[in-house]
């Protein structure tokens, strides 16, 4: 195992976009690590600004057949008009995400120490932050990491001379959004708060410690250690949330009387038992437990890449990064730095990990790592794009377990998304939420923004990634228990779609997400009928179900009505610029560069488009891209993450390579979290998933062996990835060439594999493994 995976600094934080990031799925730190005030930014996935709100227009269905009618007259201001007063949520917004507070240490004596050979650094590979530093000739040590076995954000702080360690810890920093705030034992603090509105969230955190030498005590609100030989200190927390609303498996729990069901024990208990646990072990047990158990996740993929770095590898993180940077806005042109590329692919790993365990909530636009009460978008679950591409990488970078907490908020979608079908649309069918969900799953539109606001596309996209985990897992058990998430997203459809003039089926009202185009007349507007991301999204789902109804032999007549849908849904068709045409009418963007490329989800992360399988569309692809690029797209870090990935499907390299140096290079923070700006993880996780894309390729029933390797990686392997039909594949290569690849199947089948134009049919036994050259 390459034990290379460390993020190393020479200076404190100075801000957030340099702190670092622990966490287990749940409980989130950023350590900022000052030598004499440290600072760790805490996080609480669940901690969300109040409770379920029912945000339905009552004038939606009313207005839905105006509104259609408009469109089909194309009176699109009007149509907007209509659609903006009484089709909007009556409150704009859904709730949004919050951080818990902040961990202080103020350690003495203050500020006038002599600080020498300050390093900061965080192992991904361990899953451990570190801070080093010598002050009047003493060393000291702070290792912190967050337990998932443990559930606890656990720190210990060492000296090289007994007696050393003095430091006043304490919690604050929600501003006055907290209730109390005092000791609770004689080694401990309890903090705890509520999140806003009657039906709200309520959190309770604990910070406790213990020390070898010297004393540990309370004073107010402060926990003060004087001269330890060792201190360690342990931050627990639980909320409200996670009372009533899932179990261990991650399903909700069904209370027949229809109330909130108290799945295990009150919150603010358990956040002190969860502390008193972790006191009673010791800390090498824990770290011990904590590295184990994240490295069962970690290690199952390697990537290792040629060093063509110059000896820039040695340099700390941020300047490493700053070196892309500068190289690619330089005259002599870009630098390379691949084993940064390779550790920009395993942080995104380690940021799943770190970020969406089994059970917890799934990752928001920040992961879980957030430090306003009031952060950029609500870091929400954008689901036009932001909230699919976190998990783009989990299956295909062995990480099936992490994407779990999506489907558990699917659920909570759904249950609220047959509500919004009735009231908004009178549909009695399915489940339909639009371009942005909250913790509770709220499907009503949100924003009063018409480029992105009435989309009722997500739960028909998020449902694909029901299947794809399956079709990676091959999990039928699985299938079976969300199956009904798949077919009530298709359901909907049967019931919303409309004919057009031509006869083919089509939304409305719609937008291609975010994007305003302009008619012949000069008209501008967002509203449409039919944008071609829809109809792309529906073939995907209608033929998932109907693979769905064949495995589990179920629904047929369901089949056959998608079955004829589908005749009639409309396919990629190239505009007047040869670009996959984006609207069904071929206007012109008022953005050419705009950065969602919602057209091109044909081609990623569908497989409607292939180079092999359609080449015209293929070409039709590329000039998407080209216009899109050449009028400054990719300018957020998840736009250019998203062009990677598509520059990958369409074989490549170069476009590939130049675009993820690019998101290395002008989109991402000191720390390695992605930089729309403001910094938000989508691009991490596209980033990483746009790395695994070029090495190996699961499209149209084919394994794709290096189709989109660069030159600037002439050599190298990867262990670990995974493929479609629950296959584990490692691939070595050698002057840009495959020099063994092997294949191991969880479960008996047979394969196609592509190298290029080479085309093998694989047959594999239950754990048998293959090697091909
Ligand atoms: C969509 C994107 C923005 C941003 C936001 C959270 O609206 O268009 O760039 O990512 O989501």
Not at 230 to 242: G, N
Not at 635 to 641: F, M, Y
Request: charged residues 25%.
């Amino acid at each position: 195992m390459n034990r290379d995976y460390i993020l190393k600094y020479t200076s404190p934080a100075a801000d957030f976009n340099e702190a670092l990031p622990i966490g287990n799925g749940r409980i989130g730190g950023m350590v900022y690590g000052g030598p004499e005030k440290d600072l760790i930014g805490l996080n609480e996935d669940s901690v969300w600004s109040g409770g379920l709100r029912h945000r339905i227009n009552p004038d939606a269905k009313e207005a839905l057949g105006e509104v259609r009618a408009l469109l089909a007259k194309g009176d699109i201001p009007a149509a907007e008009k209509i659609a903006f007063e009484k089709m909007q949520g009556i409150n704009p917004n859904s709730r949004h995400y919050m951080p818990l507070g902040d961990l202080h240490i103020d350690f003495s004596p203050g500020t006038d120490a002599d600080i020498k050979d300050y390093e900061r650094t965080l192992d991904i590979g361990n899953a451990v932050a570190g801070v080093k530093f010598c002050a009047d000739g003493v060393e000291y040590t702070r290792e912190y990491f967050v337990s998932a076995p443990d559930q606890a954000l656990i720190l210990r702080i060492t000296a090289s001379k007994p007696g050393m360690i003095s430091f006043d810890a304490f919690i604050d920093g929600r501003d006055d959004y907290y209730d109390d705030n005092r000791p609770c034992g004689k080694d401990r603090i309890l903090y705890t708060g509520g999140c806003g509105s009657a039906d709200g969230i309520f959190f309770a955190a604990v910070l406790a410690g213990s020390v070898s030498g010297g004393s540990l005590s309370t004073v107010g609100n402060v926990l003060r250690v004087t001269g330890a030989d060792e201190a360690v200190l342990v931050l627990t927390a639980r909320t409200s949330f996670y009372e009533y609303s899932l179990c261990e498996t991650g399903d909700r729990l069904k209370n027949p009387e229809g109330g909130k069901i108290l799945a295990g024990r009150h919150f603010e208990d358990a956040a002190i038992e969860d502390a008193e646990t972790v006191l009673r072990a010791s800390w090498s047990d824990l770290r011990e437990r904590h590295i184990k158990d994240f490295r069962n996740l970690f290690d199952r993929v390697e990537l290792q890449l040629p060093d063509n770095s110059g000896g820039a590898c040695d340099l700390p993180t941020d300047e490493r990064i700053i070196r892309l940077r500068d190289g690619i806005g330089s005259k002599d042109g870009a630098c390379g730095d691949n084993k940064l590329m390779e550790l920009y692919f395993q942080f995104g790993r380690y940021l799943m990990i770190s970020g969406s365990r089994p059970g917890t909530q799934p990752l928001n636009l920040q992961g879980i790592w957030n430090k306003d009460m009031w952060p950029a978008w609500g870091s929400k679950y954008t689901v036009n794009i932001n909230t699919e591409m976190n998990y783009w990488p989990a299956e295909s970078c062995n990480l099936s377990e992490c994407h779990l907490p999506l489907f558990d908020l699917m659920e909570r979608v759904c249950e609220n998304g047959r509500v919004t079908a009735r009231e908004m649309y009178g549909i009695d069918k399915g489940f339909v939420s639009h371009h942005n969900v909250d913790i509770w799953g709220d499907t009503a539109p949100q924003d009063k923004w018409i480029p992105a606001t009435i989309w009722p596309m997500s739960g028909a996209w998020l449902a694909l990634h029901v299947f794809s985990h399956y079709e990676y897992t091959m999990d039928e058990e699985f299938l079976r228990r969300k199956y009904h998430l798949i077919k009530e997203a298709a359901e909907f459809f049967t019931e919303f779609l409309i004919e057009d003039e031509e006869g083919r089926l089509v939304t409305s009202p719609s937008v291609s997400p975010e994007n305003t185009y302009r008619t012949e007349k000069g008209v501008e507007g967002c509203m449409c009928i039919g944008p071609s991301m829809d109809s792309q999204i529906l073939t995907e789902l209608f033929n998932d179900v109907i693979k769905c109804t064949q495995i589990l032999k179920t629904d047929e007549d369901l089949a056959e009505t998608l079955k004829e849908m589908l005749k009639k849904l409309p396919q990629p068709e190239i505009g007047k610029y040869g670009q996959i045409k984006e609207w069904a009418v071929d206007y012109d963007e008022v953005e050419i560069g705009h950065r969602h490329i919602s057209q091109l989800f044909a081609l990623h992360p569908a497989d409607l488009i292939t180079p092999k399988g359609t080449p015209k569309l293929a070409e039709a692809a590329r000039a998407t891209l080209e216009r899109r690029l050449s009028h400054g797209g990719g300018h957020t870090g998840w736009s250019r993450a998203w062009i990677a990935n598509m520059w990958a499907r369409l074989y490549d390299s170069e476009n590939f390579y130049d675009n993820i140096l690019k998101l290395l290079g002008n989109s991402t923070n000191p720390n390695m979290f992605d930089n729309h700006p403001p910094f938000q993880i989508d691009g991490n996780f596209g980033g990483t998933a746009a790395i695994a894309e070029a090495l190996l390729q699961c499209t149209k029933g084919e394994i794709v062996l290096l189709p989109a390797l660069p030159e600037q990686w002439p050599e190298g392997s990867v262990r670990g990835l995974r493929a479609k039909g629950g296959i584990t594949v490692n691939i070595a290569w050698k002057e840009g060439k495959l020099t063994e690849a092997e294949l191991t199947a969880d479960k008996g089948g047979k394969w196609t594999v592509r190298i290029g134009e080479d085309v093998r049919v694989l047959s594999l036994a239950a754990g048998e493994s293959c090697r091909i050259h």
